[in-house]
């Protein structure tokens, strides 16, 4: 396992994609080259957003079980709306991850018969 936090965790994902911004910004480049590279790191975006819903889904469950604790304030006294806000976008964040796995799937299918032309 990890020593970090769930909130470290995601600043190192949300890091993790803006250094892959970067790294994808210039072509071609040592390792950023072929239609491979390209197949290589659609696949890996893939992984990454199969996995959101899942956590997406724990996130929920971890507020409900607060909620079920009565652990819970709104700084505005608007709980009610706070987390039916909170879940209702946590719900559609996690179908908009499963729409993002499936069209990067698609793309990586695309790519898989692409190749170099030298």
Do not use: C, F
């Not at 072929?34 to 975006?45: E, K, R």
């Not at 992984?47 to 819903?53: H, N, Q, R, V």
């Not at 991850?97 to 170099?116: C, D, F, H, V, W």
């Amino acid at each position: 396992m990890t020593d970090k936090t769930p909130a470290q965790l995601a600043d190192t994902a949300g890091d993790a994609i803006r250094a892959l911004n970067h790294a994808t910004l210039g072509s071609p480049r040592p390792d950023w080259e072929y239609p491979g590279d390209a197949y290589s790191v659609v696949g890996n975006l893939a992984y990454m957003a199969g996995m959101l819903p899942q956590a997406l889904e724990q996130i929920d469950k971890h507020i409900k079980h607060l909620e079920g604790e009565d652990r819970l304030k709104s700084d505005r006294d608007t709980l009610a709306a706070d987390l039916e806000a909170a879940y209702d976008g946590l719900t559609i964040a996690a179908g908009a991850a499963e729409t993002l796995r499936g069209a990067l799937n698609r793309a990586q299918s695309g790519l898989s018969s692409i190749a170099y032309k030298e």
